[in-house]
T-cell receptor, first 112, second 110 residues
């Protein structure tokens, strides 16, 4: 079946503009995660959605970052007033229960 | 809080073995291992749970020492396809919030 889908795959934006990154998880997966990966670095946790529970937003680096998950499926990560340090690959992953994470191919964000 | 992985990088010839370690300063509930090839998404290898349950890959094994808060990934008779960056993700409670190490770069040469 289809895996985790992220769009766009690449995004170049000017400093100060807002961007929206989309994640379509695997159908039926109740958990959805957003991570950020900078060049040569590990995966930095951003936010975690589990079913209808309140999301764990403890990894969001500033109030310019927000995310929502509509209908327990598609998620959108929004970055307002982008800064150059926001440049990174943003990865989305989904899972069912305690099953392994399935990652999307990521969105490479470049802020100029 | 971030687990420490060692070594940072390793180069092997095809057929050689390697061990990658992951250490945490906190008590661990589980350790997850993933491999990421350049430009691709991370792919699941192993989950090791507190209490000894292990779910994983056919040709790769791992250990989890709860007392030492460490896990090791064992790659035996390495193949060219093993090349990539290996990440461990640690969970300090049953909360599904993984904290990831910086990765170990593995290159397998013919």
């Amino acid at each position: 079946g289809a895996g985790v889908s992220q769009s766009p795959s690449n995004k170049v934006t000017e400093k100060g503009k807002d961007v929206e990154l989309r994640c379509d998880p695997i159908s039926g997966h109740t958990a959805l995660y957003w991570y950020r990966q900078s060049l040569g670095q590990g995966l930095e946790f951003l936010i975690y959605f589990q079913g209808n529970s309140a999301p764990d937003k403890s990894g969001l680096p500033s109030d310019r970052f927000s995310a929502e998950r509509t209908g327990g499926s598609v998620s959108t990560l929004t970055i307002q007033r982008t800064q150059q340090e926001d440049s990174a690959v943003y990865l989305c992953a989904s899972s069912l229960g305690r099953s392994p994470l399935h990652f999307g191919n990521g969105t490479r964000l470049t802020v100029t | 809080q971030q687990p420490v992985q060692s070594p940072q990088a390793v180069i092997l010839r095809e057929g050689e073995d390697a061990v990658i370690n992951c250490s945490s300063s906190k008590a661990l509930y589980s350790v997850h291992w993933y491999r990421q090839k350049h430009g691709e998404a991370p792919v699941f290898l192993m989950i090791l749970l507190k209490g000894g349950e292990q779910k994983g890959h056919e040709k790769i094994s791992a250990s989890f020492n709860e007392k030492k808060q460490q896990s090791s990934l064992y790659l035996t008779a390495s193949q060219l396809s093993y090349s990539g960056t290996y990440f461990c993700g640690t969970e300090t409670g049953n909360n599904r919030k993984l904290i990831w190490g910086l990765g170990t770069s593995l290159a397998v040469n013919p």
